[in-house]
């Protein structure tokens, strides 16, 4: 017996082509922070040999926001693969059943997680996002909108455009969270884990 098998699969593959997408989009913002990282760095070593030269401005500042934002993108996937660290030396030698519960509660106890940093993001996002009316923002529990947009001190980024990116990554880290939940519910139905 098993809690809508077909409906799960089917969602799972739909989750794991977005969360692939997501963590292609991560890639490529990781890539692209290491190669400023690098002309950045070129850039410093070469100014004194001209004025000319000199690291890009605010590359740290362009580094913090692309990793914050790359690292959230790598979640949903690295949830839906069980790529987290685990420690399997005592549990590989359980019963599968054993094995598919002990899964069952990794991933209850992440999806718990995920939820209090979704949770803890949304109030530091409404804490940072200068728009809206108070109504709204009550009702959405965002609280009163910031005196001032705060931004970054030298690009003078709004800060909340990267908390936002870095947001939706949260957000889809908790939704694949659910699934595992499903997922793993229904391998411990089935007595055995199953491979991700």
């Known amino acids: 017996m098993t809690l809508a098998p077909d409906v799960e699969r089917r969602v799972g593959r739909a989750l794991e082509r977005l969360a692939r997408l997501l963590a292609?989009?991560?890639g490529i913002i990781l890539a692209a922070v290491s190669l400023i990282t690098v002309v950045s760095i070129i850039g410093r070593a070469l100014l004194a040999v001209d004025e000319r030269f000199g690291p890009i401005k605010g590359d740290f500042e362009i580094v913090e926001m692309g990793v914050a934002?790359?690292?959230?993108?790598?979640?949903p996937l690295a949830q839906l693969r069980r790529g987290h660290v685990t420690v399997d030396i005592f549990?590989?030698?359980l019963p599968g059943r054993a094995q598919a519960f002990l899964g069952m509660v990794g991933d209850a106890l992440i999806s718990l997680a995920?939820?209090?940093?979704v949770w803890r993001f949304w109030v530091g996002f409404g804490e940072k996002f200068p728009y809206g009316s108070d109504g709204l923002r009550s009702a959405l529990g965002m609280g009163?909108?910031?005196f001032f947009p705060e931004t970054t001190y030298e690009l003078e980024v709004p800060?909340?455009?990267p908390y936002s990116l870095a947001l939706v990554g949260a957000v889809f880290f908790l939704v694949v969270s659910l699934y595992t939940v499903?997922?793993?519910?229904?391998?411990?139905l089935q007595g055995r884990e199953q491979p991700a």
């Open 159 to 161: 800060i909340w455009i």
């Open 69 to 75: 934002v790359a690292v959230f993108s790598f979640l």
């Open 114 to 117: 995920a939820w209090v940093i």
């Open 144 to 146: 009163a909108p910031p």
């Open 91 to 93: 549990v590989s030698r």
């Open 182 to 188: 499903w997922r793993s519910l229904n391998w411990t």
């Open 24 to 26: 292609y989009g991560g």
